[in-house]
């Protein structure tokens, strides 16, 4: 914190004898220019040095601030309670070795020049110098609402002044902007002071449609509509819904002309981030630009699958399972994708990606074949990355008997978008993280978070906190940062990392349920939002509910199954536990996150008392994840039962060089495990491999 403070002051101290620093939006702080804390520790000497500072540069009249402060009090008795506090006050200011306050019979004022105040900066912005506005990244005084009635009254107008005076200011910047390089940053900053302003948000929505980013543009209403929706329980006005239909334009989604295909879903909206071009103009006609596309995310087009020995009865199942992927892909809400419909010609031709690439933008192509021997099939998939000359990044087989054709679309359909999405999410970390660091968008640090944070190297791990929390700076409703940042939030406190543990849990789970309010249909923010309320919160059937619901809306989405299995695992379902870890395993057998993962199952197998199963999987899950602390407790406590002291004594180092304060105490505090049974038979396991 202390941190933060100095790097937002400092950007905008004027010259002068500043002494100490005063920060009033957001939690209050207060520093000395030698970095000393003097933030006074009760809440009323705190609410008088506000008051104080709020009301420079004139001084503020004793009378009113007694009033303000003890409303309910007598006179008399409130003077007396202001004369104590000013005390205090002075008593908490003295580091700063300078006279801050002045105090008189009928006064009391901040010496002019030896303050800074962040209020101060803010409300002397103007559309010529608008820098200072950033500092408006949280309620005024957001700790300190309760102390009096009247005070309460009295910082309900002060929070609106400020607000007032601070959206004018972004306003008339906004309205000076005419192309889309400015609007955009001025659009986010109007945002960042008013997140329910409609304006900016059609400003927005126009400025990424202008610049041929509709996904962009539509992803900007469905913030609008979580917002609009949370804060004043509305939905958006009818101009902006006509704008995101302007921006949508027409669509024509064509239904399948193959009878043996599967069923129709019921007419309902196609997802916006599955993208079809028209495919009724000649063959002849040139293809889409790439430039249709909307931008912001990854591109993935999935080409009709090549069929070799297929009888003319089952051809359909080529562009049948091209379908059902780009469906399972749709769900995951980070991709954008063009479907195989979309793709017919270039797979009926040449299958030229050169070609794919540069009519449509996409960035990585799904590409496979079919091949039918008597009663077999074998389907070889391929995952191609344009941007790297077609590289072939991802490739899997599949062999199944041909009994059942539709449910053998969906199988291989389950597993390839389960295994894929991983894998392009660690690509694009890696292409972001290898770019320049200048002018990086919230998406771009999102990006490079990922590998630093599940890397669990503490200084990778710091720094990739340090990622998100200027993503959410950037972009404050951008949902999937929100849900990133709450689950690196859960392995700061798993790790044992966290100074502040109690503030540690309340901010993870606010992130969490930003998460979902932002985007109610992204799995894996609910799926990580569960996590955090199991996890974090012990609230373990607030956290299945959750994770039944990402499962609802992406079934195929692996980290969901592992993490609900973690879930039913703290609630002593061992069967269920298993069943949905064996699911995830399934579906993504070498997950970047295995080594998070995979220690599950050697905590299952602990609870059931298979202590060699237990074993196993402890010494696999810590052989490929050797920083993650979690996976040690199961592997150590099962050694215990197990009487392996020499092994045990080892995985014992190996955790207190990760967790040097780890006790059975503190990890029987920090668990979510039910269950009194389960508890202390964990514990003596920890017991008998030697913790203490």
Known sequence: MLARSDTRMEAVTPAGQIVVRLRLIGQMEAWTVTSENVLPAGRKTRALLAAIALASPRPALRGRLAELLWSRRPEEQARA?????????LEVLAPANTEILQ?????????????????????????????????????????LTGIDPTFDMWLTGERERLRDRARGVAESLLREQSEPDGTIPAAQRLLQIDRAHEGAWRALMRAHADQGERGMAIQAYDRCRAVLADLLDAAPSAETQQLLSEIRGPTNLRP????????????????????????????????????????????????????????????????????????????????????ASSLTRFARDNRDEVAIRKAFGIDFLLDGTIQRSRNRLRITMRLLDLRAGNQVVWARRFDRQANDLLSVQDEIAAEVVAQIDPEILQIEARRSSARPRV???????????????????????????????????LEPDYGAAHAWYAYWHTFLVGQDWADDPAAILARGGELAERAIVLDPFDARALTIAGHVRAFLHHSLREAATLHDRALELNPNLAMAWALSALTCAYQGDTAEAERRSARYKLLSPLDPLAFFFDAIFGMIAFLKHDYEAAARAGRSATQIGP??????????????????????????????????????????????????????????????????
């Open 103 to 143: 105090v008189t019979r009928d006064h009391l004022s901040l010496r002019p020049g030896a303050v800074w105040v962040d209020v101060e900066e803010v409300m002397r912005a103007t559309t010529v110098q608008p820098a200072s506005l950033s500092l408006l990244d949280g309620e005024l005084l957001e700790d």
């Open 439 to 473: 002018d990086a968008t919230a998406y771009d640090l999102v990006l490079r978070s990922i590998p630093l944070m599940t890397r669990l190297d503490r200084d990778s791990f710091l720094r990739a906190g340090e990622y998100l929390a200027q993503a959410l700076t």
């Open 81 to 89: 309670s202001l004369r104590q506090e000013i005390h205090r006050l």
């Open 627 to 692: 920083a993650f602390s979690g996976g040690y407790k199961p592997y150590l406590a099962a050694l215990g039962f197990l009487g392996r002291a020499e092994e045990a004594a080892t995985v014992l180092q190996r955790l207190l060089a990760i967790e040097p304060d780890f006790t059975i105490e503190r990890f029987l505090a920090k668990t979510p495990l039910e269950g009194i049974a389960a508890r202390g038979h964990y514990a003596e396991g920890l017991r008998r491999a030697g913790a203490s």
């Open 256 to 339: 399948s002309s193959n009878p043996r295909a599967a069923p129709a879903a019921p007419a309902v909206a196609r997802p916006s981030n599955v993208i079809d071009f028209k495919n009724d103009a000649a063959d002849d006609a040139p293809p889409p630009k790439a430039q249709e596309l909307p931008r912001g995310g990854v591109h993935v087009g999935v080409l009709p699958m090549q069929c070799v020995g297929l009888s003319e009865e089952d051809s359909y199942l080529g562009p049948g399972l091209a379908d059902e992927i780009t469906t399972a892909l749709s769900r995951f809400r980070w991709l954008f994708v063009v479907s």
